[in-house]
């Protein structure tokens, strides 16, 4: 081999060690395995026992709806495929996804008809993100956010943004304006009523904002921002968009994920608990971190939430592969922590 060859292939495997995640450079991809870490189900936040009980309903009761939603529209199935090939991920996931928030977060409708119609009564809204008179875009540019703003994500820019409201303003007094210690979702991004998510996959407006980037270069939609946060609401609460950024939020917590060197594509249980959570970036990089310092809990865990779809996997994998369902369990959800 020549002197000439030799110099541009180390030039060629020097540049592709530059152009990988430090971690997978450092150190071999930690693969997490199928099922749960846990041997019962973590046990499920009070707010979502008192909202089910408000409606007269149960969690299994609103598992088998959505498992019936799902069975009676082939062409919903469809469009998840589709989407999940888009994005490079299992279907599961975002079934996973869909099953985990109307079982625990809010009861299925009938027909997927309904969630249309909704679409359609949220356009006539007047919809602002504000915090105590302060527009958010007017927030966003004190200089606490100015090392957000060169990230090349929109995934990365607002998980930094979310990260300044929870060090710098979350429950403190700042210019002698005093904020509360709610999250900066609550803050800015719930001009209706607290716990405000949307639509099929129910979705926040600072969720979708995230993978705003992402699905626009992989599905071609038109860029959301804060300032026009009706065309955000439009595209939570359309069905046919609102699979698109399912999609597109599980493939971003697999990425965030797989930069710490972990790869969780294996795992709905984990892309679940992800997606009902929030944060991927911020909680892959504490893994690394503990791991990193030697923490005994080197593997991702579910919480209650993708528990359940591990739990049950055997059913919703029944879903996809059109095959007949038996929802028969040995235990009803939730029934060990009650």
Not at 291 to 298: E, M, N
Request: charge should be positive; charged fraction near 25%; glycine fraction near 6%.
């Amino acid at each position: 081999m020549s002197l000439f060859a030799k110099i541009t292939r180390t030039a060629t495997v020097i540049m592709t060690l530059a152009c990988l995640p430090s971690y997978a450079v450092a150190q071999q991809m930690t693969v997490v395995p199928p099922g749960n870490r846990s041997a019962q189900q973590p046990e499920i936040p009070q707010a979502s026992a008192i909202r089910t009980k408000a409606f007269y309903t149960t969690y299994e009761e609103k598992f088998g709806k959505t498992i019936d939603l799902l069975n009676s529209e082939p062409a919903l199935l469809s469009k998840i495929r589709k989407a999940a090939a888009a994005y490079g991920i299992d279907p599961i996931h975002i079934v996973g996804a869909i099953v985990g928030e109307h079982t625990f977060n809010v009861s299925a409708v009938d027909r997927l008809q309904t969630y249309y119609v909704k679409a359609i009564s949220y356009a006539e809204l007047d919809i602002r993100f504000s915090y105590n008179g302060v527009s958010l875009k007017t927030f966003l540019q004190r200089p606490e956010f100015r090392s957000c703003e060169p990230l090349p994500t929109t995934s990365e820019q607002w998980s930094c943004r979310d990260t300044v409201w929870d060090e710098d303003f979350r429950g403190k007094v700042v210019d002698g304006a005093r904020y509360e210690a709610i999250s900066f979702q609550r803050a800015f991004f719930q001009p209706f009523y607290a716990g405000q998510t949307f639509g099929l996959g129910q979705i926040s407006p600072l969720t979708a904002l995230q993978v705003t980037d992402l699905v626009n270069r992989t599905s071609g939609l038109p860029k959301l921002t804060a300032e026009r946060p009706k065309e955000i609401y439009h595209d939570v609460m359309d069905p046919d968009r609102s699979i698109i950024y399912i999609a597109a939020i599980l493939r971003d917590s697999i990425d965030a994920y797989r930069e710490k060197g972990f790869d969780i594509s294996g795992n709905p249980g984990i892309t679940a608990t992800l997606y009902n959570v929030g944060q991927p970036r911020r909680r892959a990089e504490r893994l690394r971190a503990a791991v990193d310092a030697g923490a005994k809990t080197r593997l991702p865990v579910e919480n209650y939430y993708g528990w359940l779809i591990n739990d049950r996997l055997d059913i919703l994998k029944n879903i996809l592969d059109g095959k007949g369902v038996d929802q028969r369990t040995t235990s009803d959800i939730g029934e060990k922590t009650r």
